[in-house]
Nanobody
Framework: QVQLVESGGGLVQAGGSLRLSCAGSGRTFSSYRMGWFRQAPGKERQFVAAINTNGANTAYADSVKGRFTISRDNAKSTVYLQMNSLEPEDAATYYC??????????????????WGQGTQVTVSS
């Protein structure tokens, strides 16, 4: 079992940057593929980025490609989301999630077994 705690959200001006962190508990953190999702008020939770167990493979939603970077440090049981060139449309609650599912399915919410509580990102224009 994995418990996930996000941090790093806050208020930033458009064009600014934030780095989100997701700290995992448990000795098996490195066995899980990790994803970041976001949910704006009144909208469905959507895929943002994913990373495989050793960090060698990453995937991004088209809307964040080139601006966001996902990474992980298994020694610290932590996954990160570096967000640059933030836009008002990026404002949402950001969630990290863990899964043992196959790489090709990581854009799907239902394959993730464990979720954090979320961290709020607000982008002012």
């Amino acid at each position: 079992q994995v418990q996930l705690v996000e941090s790093g959200g806050g208020l930033v001006q458009a064009g600014g940057s934030l780095r989100l962190s997701c700290a995992g508990s448990g000795r098996t953190f490195s066995s899980y593929r990790m994803g970041w999702f976001r949910q704006a008020p009144g909208k469905e939770r959507q895929f943002v980025a994913a990373i495989n167990t050793n960090g060698a493979n990453t995937a991004y939603a088209d809307s964040v490609k080139g601006r966001f970077t996902i990474s992980r440090d298994n020694a610290k049981s932590t996954v990160y989301l570096q967000m640059n060139s933030l836009e008002p449309e990026d404002a949402a609650t950001y969630y990290c999630a863990a899964t043992l599912a196959a790489w090709g399915t990581l854009g799907l919410r239902h394959v993730y077994n464990y979720w954090g509580q979320g961290t709020q990102v607000t982008v002012s224009s």
